[in-house]
């Protein structure tokens, strides 16, 4: 009986040990799991941040490095705006947050992006904001795309040309905004033909009546997108169209009057430069700084 009373604890003891390491293992392993997601996060949290001398500016993500003609920058992790990185030969950068404008500088460029002050117009004119659901043809570079992203809409953006929705997608990360723009590659002038509003794929990429707030169209087909304004837009939702020609912008406005936009209306977008100097003060002699015509409607 002694014999199995010694051995019975001391195989209950055995087995309490076993488990305890078994449970530090678990316990060891969670954390790291924990660790490694926390760091995945951070690091998907991480949003590009300008840093400027002079003339000189580079869009860097938050860790990373950037080889300049003055040395090489290497941005800390926990970099804020305002403050100053050094490169390794000792020149001074400041930090500073990306803001809209700056897209149109930092994007790669796979075309003629829409300009600043354009962008503002659309924005302006059609008051995209928090909340809105916004459908956009003809991305590009994905300047307006991500202008309106930043100013709190959700976007889907169709592309036809695949290998520039593949640089707009990696613009929409540098712009911190790939969460909020849907870029898809395809033609929307011809998925509405076909049917795209009644379709139900299931694939997630339906476009629903009635469903977006904003309808902005960069693309030469836009007249027969417009076509489909009314089906696409919730009531008192927008339509803005930026054409560089008048032939392609007398369509749209045809075709909107046609299917009963109201408030159609068409501007061409100039704007002159001022000049100041010693003998006084006057438009710049520079050719007149026309970019496009914007055609705005309404479905009311």
């Not at 911190?176 to 509003?197: K, P, Q, S, W």
């Amino acid at each position: 009986m002694s014999d199995d009373s010694d051995s019975d604890p001391s195989g209950e003891t055995a087995d309490v040990d076993a488990g305890t390491d078994t449970d530090t293992d678990t316990n060891t392993n969670t954390t790291t799991e924990t660790d490694a997601a926390a760091d995945e996060a951070t690091a998907d949290d991480r949003v590009p941040v300008l840093l400027v001398r002079g003339d000189r500016e580079f869009l860097i993500e938050p860790g990373a490095e950037q080889g300049t003609d003055l040395g090489v920058l290497e941005v800390p992790e926990d970099v804020q705006p305002g403050d100053t990185v050094e490169t390794h030969l000792g020149e001074a950068f400041q930090v500073r947050r990306l803001r809209g404008p700056d897209l149109f500088h930092q994007f790669e460029r796979t075309g003629a992006p829409m300009v600043p002050r354009d962008v503002g117009l659309v924005i302006g004119e059609t008051g995209v904001s928090q909340g809105d659901r916004v459908l956009d043809t003809g991305t590009g570079t994905g300047v307006l795309a991500a202008s309106m992203a930043r100013a709190g809409a959700d976007v889907v953006s169709y592309e036809r040309d695949p290998e520039f929705a593949d640089v707009a997608r990696e613009n929409m990360e540098l712009g911190g905004v790939e969460d909020a723009v849907d870029v898809r590659t395809g033609d929307l002038a011809t998925i509405l033909e076909d049917g795209g509003l009644e379709s139900e794929t299931g694939d997630g990429t339906d476009l629903e009546p009635s469903s977006f707030d904003v309808l902005t169209l960069d693309t030469g087909d836009a007249a027969d997108i417009v076509e489909y304004a009314p089906e696409l837009l919730v009531d008192g939702g927008f339509v803005a169209v930026y054409s560089p020609f008048i032939e392609s912008t007398r369509e749209v406005v045809e075709t909107a009057r046609a299917v009963d936009l109201s408030n159609v209306r068409t501007r061409e977008t100039i704007q002159r430069e001022m000049q100041f100097d010693d003998r006084g003060s006057r438009p710049s002699t520079a050719p007149v700084g026309h970019t496009g015509y914007l055609t705005l409607a309404r479905n009311v």
